[in-house]
Nanobody
Framework: QVQLVESGGGLVQAGGSLRLSCAAS????????MGWFRRAPGKERDFVAT????????DYADSVKGRFTISRDNSKSTVYLQMDKLESEDTAVYYCAARPFLGGSNDYRAYSYWGQGTQVTVSS
């Protein structure tokens, strides 16, 4: 199994940027496709982005496409979520997740391992 720890969240003004990091341990990160999900207060968990094992393909929720970028550095066992042009609607707890199968997925049920989450708050 793999352990995941998110970091990089915080308070930012609308239009600003943050970069979230997800550090993995226990297993090589190259064994997993990775994803980012988020949960806003009073709402269900939503898909944000996913990236395949070698970073050859990515996918994004329509709400973040063009503003967020997912990437990974397998040598550092870390996946990133670069968030630009943040909006108040982006306020949520962001979770990193790992999927021990080939191919990405936008379904949270496809991911086996989860981090503790990191809070992102965007002020308007």
């Amino acid at each position: 199994q793999v352990q995941l720890v998110e970091s990089g969240g915080g308070l930012v003004q609308a239009g600003g940027s943050l970069r979230l990091s997800c550090a993995a341990s226990g297993r090589p990160i190259s064994s997993y496709t990775m994803g980012w999900f988020r949960r806003a207060p009073g709402k269900e968990r939503d898909f944000v982005a996913t990236i395949t094992q070698r970073g050859s393909a990515t996918d994004y929720a329509d709400s973040v496409k063009g503003r967020f970028t997912i990437s990974r550095d397998n040598s550092k066992s870390t996946v990133y979520l670069q968030m630009d042009k943040l909006e108040s609607e982006d306020t949520a707890v962001y979770y990193c997740a790992a999927r021990p199968f080939l191919g990405g997925s936008n379904d949270y049920r496809a991911y086996s391992y989860w981090g503790q989450g990191t809070q992102v708050t965007v002020s308007s």
